[in-house]
C-alpha cells in the first residue's frame, strides 16, 4: 500500500502521515484507528491498545516540564516506568534510582558528573525523586529488584548516608509491590557479566521492553531480544536470597555502618 494511499485515507497529507509513521509527531487517535480499520485490523485488543497509546502519547505528563535534552533520555524512561505493569531490575554499582533517599540520589549524581553546575545536580535529583511517584499512586507499579552484595556494601556518600539508605530499603522491602532480592558474593552465578539491566513488562498488546545504560546512549531492546534479558533475570533470581533473607540481610548491615 502506498504512502498516499493511506494518507488520502485519514485526509492528511504524505508528509505528515511520514513523520508519524517516523515517531516524529504523535498519531491522533482518530487516525490511528483510521489506519487500523484500512489495514484490516481487526484484534480487539490491539486496537484498544494502540488507540490508548495514541490518546496517551499526547496527554502531558509531570516530566513535561522539563528539558528533555538535559535530562539526556530519562524522560522517555520516566514515561515507560509510569506505563509498566511490573519493573525488574537487576543493580551491582548502586541502589536503583526508584528506591533512592535523596541524599543517596544527590551523591549517585555528583559521582557521575563531577562538573555539574549545583543547580543541575538539583534539577536532576528533583527529577528522580518525582519518578518514585509511581511506588505510592494508587495503582502502584510492581518492582522487583535484585542488588548484587557489592551495592550494600559501597559506601556511597558517607557512613549516614549509606545508613538511612539501607533503611529505606529495608523498609521499602515490607511493601506489598516491592520485592527485594540481594545477590550474595558466595552465589554461583555469572549470568550477567556483562553488568545491570532493567525490564519493563507493558500491558497488553505491547512487547515487553529491556533497558541498559551505557556511556554512549541509553538502549531499549523489545522482545523477542528482550527474551534474553529475562531468562538472566530468572536466574539471578534463584541464585539470589529469599525476600526475607534479603531484608533481615540489609537490616544487619545497616546497623553495622552505625
Same mark, same amino acid.
Given at each position: 500500500m502506498t504512502l498516499q494511499r493511506a494518507a488520502e485515507h485519514i485526509q492528511r497529507d504524505i508528509g505528515s502521515l511520514s513523520r508519524i509513521e517516523n515517531g516524529l509527531i504523535a498519531a491522533r487517535a482518530a487516525d490511528v484507528l483510521a489506519l487500523l480499520n484500512l489495514y484490516g485490523v481487526t484484534d480487539e485488543t490491539l486496537r484498544q491498545g494502540?488507540?490508548?497509546?495514541?490518546?496517551?502519547?499526547?496527554?502531558k505528563g509531570w516530566w513535561d516540564g522539563y528539558d528533555?535534552?538535559?535530562?539526556?533520555?530519562?524522560?522517555?524512561?520516566?514515561?515507560?516506568?509510569?506505563?509498566?505493569d511490573e519493573i525488574r531490575s537487576y543493580d551491582v554499582m548502586a541502589v536503583p534510582g526508584l528506591l533512592q533517599?535523596?541524599?543517596? $540520589?544527590r551523591s549517585t549524581i555528583k559521582s557521575a558528573d563531577p562538573d555539574a553546575r549545583p543547580e543541575t545536580i538539583d534539577h536532576w535529583v528533583d527529577f528522580r525523586m518525582r519518578r518514585q511517584q509511581i511506588l505510592t499512586q494508587e495503582k502502584p507499579v510492581q518492582v522487583t529488584a535484585i542488588l548484587d552484595e557489592a551495592v550494600l556494601r559501597r559506601m556511597?556518600?558517607?557512613a549516614d548516608i549509606m545508613h538511612a539508605q539501607l533503611r529505606k530499603l529495608a523498609d521499602l522491602a515490607a511493601h506489598p509491590s516491592i520485592t527485594i532480592h540481594v545477590l550474595p558474593f558466595h552465589a554461583n552465578?555469572?549470568?550477567?557479566?556483562?553488568?545491570?539491566?532493567?525490564? !519493563?513488562?507493558?500491558?497488553?498488546?505491547?512487547?515487553?521492553? $529491556?533497558?541498559?545504560?551505557t556511556r554512549g546512549g541509553d538502549v531499549y531492546v523489545e522482545e523477542p531480544?528482550?527474551?534474553? !534479558?529475562?531468562?538472566?533475570?530468572?536466574?539471578?533470581?534463584?541464585? $539470589?536470597?529469599?525476600?526475607?533473607?534479603?531484608?533481615?540481610?540489609?537490616?544487619?548491615?545497616?546497623e553495622q555502618i552505625r
Open positions: 494502540l488507540e490508548r497509546l495514541a490518546r496517551d502519547a499526547r496527554n528533555a535534552k538535559a535530562m539526556g533520555g530519562m524522560i522517555d524512561h520516566a514515561w515507560i516506568e509510569a506505563r509498566a533517599t535523596h541524599e543517596y $540520589a556511597i556518600g558517607g552465578t555469572c549470568v550477567s557479566v556483562q553488568g545491570p539491566f532493567t525490564i !519493563f513488562t507493558m500491558p497488553d498488546p505491547f512487547p515487553d521492553v $529491556a533497558y541498559v545504560e531480544r528482550a527474551e534474553k !534479558f529475562a531468562q538472566a533475570y530468572n536466574y539471578l533470581r534463584k541464585a $539470589a536470597l529469599a525476600p526475607e533473607e534479603s531484608a533481615a540481610l540489609i537490616s544487619v548491615m545497616a
